[in-house]
């Protein structure tokens, strides 16, 4: 696998890391409604975690990308 996938697979799984993780932590505090997550704490706070991790893969990910 060459340096150019390992980026796309780092933006790509950033961005769906990114998306949950934000459903989550809005499932967490109540704005998201209609599930056994919804306004559970300690959902905002994995949610949380994750979108960040999330935002961590993309910026890497970019920060490959750039032109040299």
Excluded: D, Y
């Excluded at 980026?7 to 056994?36: F, M, P, T």
């Amino acid at each position: 696998m060459n340096s150019n996938q390992v980026q796309w697979i780092r933006l790509i799984g950033g961005v769906v890391l990114l998306l949950i993780g934000l459903v989550w932590a809005l499932q967490g505090i109540g704005v998201l409604g209609g599930s056994a997550m919804s306004g559970q704490s300690q959902w905002l706070v994995i949610g949380a975690i994750l979108a960040a991790v999330g935002a961590w893969l993309i910026l890497g990910g970019l920060r490959g990308r750039a032109p040299r």
